[in-house]
Nanobody
């Protein structure tokens, strides 16, 4: 059974940087697409970034150029490097794995059939 565990959240000032990570257990990491979503206070969960089994990446327009998603198959980890953070980036960030292998990054945006981590809080102070 696959489990996803996020780490690295915290408090950062506007304009600062933060890196959050997700460690996956289980044998299915290599061929599955990974993604980060976030849920700001009082809002719906939204797509942030995804990276496919072949390292194709996709980003939400709101984070493009500021955030970088990466993965290390040997360590079964996926990382989100966040730069030039803004108060509107404040949210609980969730790691997600596709329900099927070889899922496209575009399909991840639908957030259906995904496996979720427990989330990590990122707070950006103004």
């Amino acid at each position: 059974q696959v489990q996803l565990v996020e780490s690295g959240g915290g408090l950062v000032q506007t304009g600062g940087s933060l890196t959050i990570s997700c460690a996956a257990s289980g044998p299915t990491f290599e061929t599955y697409t990974m993604a980060w979503f976030r849920q700001p206070p009082g809002k719906e969960r939204e797509f942030v970034a995804a990276i496919s089994w072949s390292y194709i990446t996709k980003y939400a327009d709101s984070v493009k150029g500021r955030f970088t998603i990466s993965r290390e198959k040997a360590k079964k980890t996926v990382t989100l490097q966040m730069n030039r953070l803004k108060p509107e980036d404040t949210a609980v960030y969730y790691c997600a794995q596709s329900g099927d292998p070889f899922t496209t990054t575009q399909a991840m945006r639908d957030a259906s059939g995904l496996l979720w981590g427990q989330g990590t809080q990122v707070t950006v102070s103004s």
